[in-house]
């Protein structure tokens, strides 16, 4: 009922910059709070960034000072703006967003996640 897309990433090399969307699709009554998340090679997934509907963000120690998140609630839409990347950024790239659906008769709330997007950043 609810579908997450993003697109953006590519290859870069360190010291460059990325810009990730993530757009929300379907029967969509509002979206609470929206992040990123990502998984390396051989690694556990982390959390990148969060931001709330009224705005208020949080981000991995890793990442403060260099990448930024945002949205556009009328479009529900999320942005992850990656500058000074660096190799270890490397990684496939998860939007999720917590979502108020109407599923024709009632309001559901689900957690929903993308398919990732690939973020290689050579050195």
């Known amino acids: 009922q609810v579908q997450l897309v993003e697109s953006g990433g590519g290859l870069v090399q360190a010291g460059g910059s990325l810009r990730l969307s993530c757009a929300a699709s379907?029967?969509?009554?509002?979206?609470?709070?929206m992040g990123w998340y990502r998984q390396a090679p051989g690694k556990q997934r982390e959390l990148v960034a969060t931001?709330?509907?009224?705005?208020?963000?949080n981000y991995a120690d890793s990442v403060k000072g260099r990448f930024t998140i945002s949205r556009d609630n009328a479009k529900n839409t999320v942005y992850l703006q990656m500058n000074s990347l660096k190799p270890e950024d490397t990684a496939v790239y998860y939007c999720n967003a917590d979502v108020r659906y109407y599923d024709g008769e009632n309001i559901r709330a689900v957690g929903s996640w993308g398919q990732g997007t690939q973020v290689t950043v050579s050195s």
């Open positions: 379907g029967s969509i009554f509002s979206i609470d709070a």
């Open positions: 931001i709330t509907r009224g705005g208020s963000t």
